[in-house]
């Protein structure tokens, strides 16, 4: 059986489309498991960002971001909304999430909870969809104060930044 042109198109758009969802995907596990590499192979090398009070290229995006990020204990990124609009080798994204961060109890502003755009033009280079542009247009914070917490019971298996954490298991 063959597939129509009209299929053909709808195929590859969703196909691209997938693979700029995963970019997305893999860029919000690379900031909280803090894997730099991961977070850099989501952008162009040319990559510009805006990030609230940050606008620059990707290495110092990534320089600003670990310097902010180390202040928390935690963080988690959650995606849900997702408009991707394909036009040939370019695309638009913007990406409606909610970011938690677990910092000192003492400290409330390491603890806070915020709404979140990304506004992103993605490029295809070389059969690949990365950021070429990134705008966070912050929607609302909040902060999570610690008489809220539920305590994690013992012997729970946490999160952790860094390689230990069970998403780097090798598959079996």
Known sequence: M???SREEAALTA???EREIRTVLLRYCRGVDRLDRALVRSCFHDDAVDSHGNFEGDVESLLDWMWGVLSKFDSS???VGNMLIEVEGELARAETYGIAFHRGDPAKPHRNLV???R????FERRD???RIARRTVVTEWTRVDVPE???PTPEG???GTRGPDDPVYEPLR
Not at 118 to 121: A, S, T
């Open 156 to 158: 729970i298996l946490c």
């Open 114 to 116: 915020n709404g979140f």
């Open 127 to 129: 059969e690949a969809w």
């Open 76 to 78: 988690m990124h959650f």
């Open 14 to 16: 969703m196909l691209h």
């Open 148 to 150: 809220n917490w539920w």
């Open 2 to 4: 063959t597939m129509s």
């Open 118 to 121: 990304y506004v992103d033009r």
